[in-house]
């Protein structure tokens, strides 16, 4: 099918040339949308007890709304009570709660509250909640509100608008900014690259050109599937770090057998065979890629899932455009691709290097094999000590210039705000709680939470007065309206009156911020005593909150991480089985990618947990990363496993030995691969400099794996491996399963003995 499809591609190369430039400029009109549909939400786990109890408060709790802004508002010269500060944030208050998206907006000064006065009273705090639940709603109001403070205050303030949506609004903001600084510094670092394996100006520029019109195409439809489905920034991420990469490397195999090709043939035979050959390759390379990151949906995470759709969407792209665009430019463009041949060694002299290299390697593969595996296995040692975790309630991964989070910085240094970041104890009760009777229970509950290790404060309806009894407390939530303001939102915020008073909110308040490791073992200890305590009381609790979210969010990774595993390694495996007719291959892939995976995982964790080469230790590394990180480098890796040894195959078929198949199929792939890797670096290094973390610790170890994977396991262990298992390599399939139809290499040197 193949075959007939490429033949019909070569027959009418204008006709798909022409629909390919329909396509990229349709693509243009669609592809700036993407930024404005996405979210930077999705690090939570919408099944979790901490997702039922956000979803009660949501019900229950409305002015607990997530999606509030704080605007910080600071003078170093005059107080909070001066009129020069306290009327323009009054009139600025009355401007924006005018305003349709606003739900209210609350100062310190009605009531009177101090807890939101900071800076010795030099600093004031503004709540304003939206009248929006949909957070990238939120986070696209940011910029209006913005706006209306700098308008409304006196260039004396200064102010930072943060919160939940801002901080999304900047790291949305922040990615889009990534991406383009990562493609400055990638596309120059490819160029060079190129014209290191091609030795020509023509057969540079094509790859490229072909990444000009797969990268749009993706993120125009991935703009399709984003106006339906909630996705997050990091999608265009993966369709710029995968694609980048992918479509270059596609390309450059492509491109580097239809130059040889023409040596011998006219320029639509020599497409025909580089595509029955390498775009082969390419077909199931990109296939396991696609397999590969498609795991990731396994997790049911709405992170994971866009990762997975930015990067199935790109390489299914990239894959389409080298069997149809790319070899239809191929024919139109014919012997002139030689033009603009660089000076340089012949592709002879390099091939005769690696042949000496190989030799010595199949002559010796123990003496190759076993430090080659042992240098991996020291460098996953670190992969023991792993702690994953995703940063909540953080502005660590923003840059340090950000308004949002220099606005969050100043707020936790300079404000009293114990109930910024609690932990949220939603209770439910059958009976309203307004008599001594039902309050009971959660009175208990309270004193207990008091005593728990690790609490800073609780703040529950039964704490406003020390002195109540839990008689006047069920008196007061009864007769709540006639009670003064300041104790009017005291039970407001904290029992749902509003709503048949029968679910409370209690507010613990760890005594360390809500990222660190006593505040994660707080959650579980809570988690494992608050069933105990409540029962056979009648009452129901959930643990919510920041913390409680982002621990959720690791146990769930932590649940599915052997099941995506699984998943990978069992498709990988039928794909190659079937690619090489081979269940000796593919098994080794599968050892040697895992071994490369624990390797830059190593790397990753010595960097930046333990802080090596950096001087800062984080202390753990985002859940999201050794995920994105398995699927992404086993995709990845198999490119190079199934272009060498597909040509290794194709030799074998030709007759000749293991030995010599090896010899000659490393010899004529490893500069390629090398360039090839070197591209996937290029890519990768660029995106480790940006400031978004998550994508700086991808960057990092995947330009560790990949190069890893050409330079130690592709022209080391797997020429040495496939010698010392011989006709292993090739059992059991090689007689059972149909062989697909290969040009048989020229073969013009004589067969001797290593």
Do not use: C
Not at 197 to 209: E, K, Q
């Amino acid at each position: 099918m193949l075959k007939k499809w490429i033949e019909w591609v070569t027959g009418h190369p204008r006709w798909v040339v022409g629909l390919w430039v329909g396509v990229l400029l349709l693509s243009l009109l669609w592809a700036p949308r993407l930024p404005g549909v996405l979210s930077a939400g999705g690090f939570s786990n919408p099944r979790s007890p901490s997702a039922v109890a956000a979803r009660v408060m949501a019900r229950d709790f409305p002015q607990q709304n997530p999606n509030t802004l704080l605007v910080v508002v600071a003078n170093s010269r005059d107080t909070v009570w001066s009129p020069a500060v306290r009327r323009p944030v009054e009139h600025l208050a009355a401007r924006v709660r005018r305003q349709p998206w606003v739900q209210s907006v609350t100062t310190p000064y009605h009531p009177l509250n101090p807890v939101m006065m900071g800076d010795q009273g030099h600093a004031a705090l503004v709540i304003v909640r939206l009248a929006t639940t949909h957070s990238t709603v939120a986070q696209n109001l940011v910029p209006r509100l913005t706006r209306l403070v700098a308008e409304g205050l006196p260039a004396s303030d200064q102010f930072w608008v943060t919160g939940g949506p801002a901080l999304n609004a900047a790291l949305n903001t922040a990615t889009q900014q990534d991406v383009t600084a990562a493609e400055r510094i990638a596309v120059p670092l490819l160029v060079i690259v190129l014209l290191w394996v091609t030795r020509s100006l023509v057969a540079t520029a094509i790859p490229l050109l072909v990444a000009g019109f797969v990268l749009p195409t993706t993120m125009a439809l991935a703009y399709a599937v984003a106006r339906y489905h909630t996705l997050n920034i990091l999608l265009t991420n993966a369709i710029s770090m995968i694609g980048l990469g992918v479509v270059v490397d596609y390309a450059l195999f492509i491109v580097s057998r239809y130059r040889q090709e023409l040596e011998s043939a006219i320029p639509v035979v020599a497409v025909e065979r580089a595509m029955a050959s390498a775009g082969r390759a390419v077909f199931f390379s990109g296939l396991t890629v696609m397999v590969s990151l498609a795991a990731l949906f396994l997790a049911r995470l709405m992170i994971f899932t866009s990762i997975a759709v930015g990067g199935v969407l790109v390489v299914a792209v990239a894959v389409t455009a080298a069997w149809t665009l790319l070899p239809a430019g191929l024919v139109l463009l014919g012997p002139r691709i030689r033009r603009g041949t660089l000076p340089g060694a012949a592709p002879t002299v390099a091939r005769t290097r690696w042949r000496r290299w190989v030799d010595r390697v199949i002559a010796h593969p123990l003496a190759f094999l076993v430090p080659g595996l042992l240098g991996l296995a020291v460098l996953a040692v670190p992969v023991a000590t792993v702690r994953m975790q995703v940063p909540v309630a953080s502005a660590r991964s923003l840059p340090a210039q950000s308004p949002a989070r220099q606005g969050l910085s100043f707020l936790t240094q300079h404000f009293h705000a114990p109930d910024l970041f609690p932990v949220d104890i939603v209770v439910a009760s059958p009976t309203p709680l307004t008599t001594p009777q039902a309050l009971q229970p959660i009175a208990t509950l309270t004193a207990r939470l008091q005593a728990v290790p690790g609490v800073a404060e609780v703040i529950g309806p039964t704490m406003w007065a020390p002195q109540w009894s839990t008689a006047q407390y069920a008196a007061a939530i009864r007769d709540w309206r006639t009670l003064p303001a300041a104790l009017q939102n005291a039970v407001t915020d904290t029992v749902a009156v509003a709503h048949g008073g029968r679910t409370a909110l209690i507010m613990v308040v760890p005594r360390t911020g809500p990222n660190s490791v006593a505040a994660h073992t707080l959650v579980a200890r809570l988690r494992q005593a608050i069933p105990r305590w409540t029962a056979g009381t009648g009452i129901t609790a959930w643990i919510g909150g920041q913390t409680a979210t982002g621990y959720d969010f690791d146990r769930s990774v932590q649940h599915r991480l052997p099941g995506i595993i699984l998943a990978v390694f069992g498709v990988s495996l039928v794909i190659l089985a079937w690619t090489f007719r081979s269940l000796g291959l593919p098994l080794q892939a599968l050892v040697f990618n895992a071994l490369v995976t624990l390797a830059s995982l190593g790397g990753l964790v010595a960097v930046f947990q333990w802080g090596w080469g950096t001087g800062h230790a984080a202390g753990s590394i985002n859940s999201v990363t050794p995920v994105v990180l398995f699927a992404v480098l086993f995709g990845l890796s198999m490119d190079y496993e199934v272009f060498i040894v597909s040509r290794i195959r194709e030799y074998r078929q030709a007759g000749l030995s293991t030995a010599h198949s090896i010899r000659e199929g490393v010899a004529e792939t490893a500069r390629l691969v090398t360039g090839a890797a070197a591209i996937m670096i290029a890519v990768f290094v660029a995106f480790a400099t940006v400031p978004v973390g998550v994508v700086r610790q991808l960057g990092f170890a995947l330009a560790l794996a990949i190069a890893l994977d050409a330079v130690v396991v592709r022209t080391v262990i797997v020429p040495a491996a496939m010698r010392v298992l011989g006709e292993f390599n090739w059992w059991p399939l090689a007689r059972r399963l149909p062989s697909p139809r290969v040009p048989a290499p020229t073969l013009s040197w004589k067969e001797e003995s290593p």
